[in-house]
Nanobody, 115 residues
Framework: QVQLVESGGGLVQPGGSLRLSCAGS??????MAWYRQAPGKQRELVAT???????RYVDSVKGRFTISSDNAKNTVYLQMNSLKPEDTAVYYC???????????WGQGTQVTVSS
């Protein structure tokens, strides 16, 4: 059974930092990603990383967020710096399995940026 479990969300002031983690189990993943969904908005891709370390970001987070992964732990991280109120959203982990390219979602973790 494949599971993705996020952690690390919370309330932070503008300009602050948070680090999200997503621990995968039950499979090996070819790529992992972070999405976010703000109230009343569509879910959007924030950042992705492949198993060989290639990453890409949505323009709005470039230079502020960093995605990284630990293949041995099947874990992906999202370091978020210089947070803005518009970063407030539920952040979801997403992954594709290496075999079969099945796609899975985590349950989400809330990030709130507010003074």
């Amino acid at each position: 059974q494949v599971q993705l479990v996020e952690s690390g969300g919370g309330l932070v002031q503008p300009g602050g930092s948070l680090r999200l983690s997503c621990a995968g189990s039950g499979s090996i993943f070819s790529s992992m990603a972070w999405y976010r969904q703000a109230p009343g908005k569509q879910r959007e891709l924030v950042a992705t990383i492949t198993r060989d370390g290639r990453s890409r970001y949505v323009d709005s987070v470039k230079g502020r967020f960093t995605i990284s992964s630990d293949n041995a732990k099947n874990t992906v991280y999202l370091q978020m710096n210089s947070l803005k109120p518009e970063d407030t959203a539920v952040y979801y982990c997403n992954a594709d399995t290496l075999i079969g390219k099945y796609n899975y979602w985590g349950q989400g973790t809330q990030v709130t940026v507010s003074s």
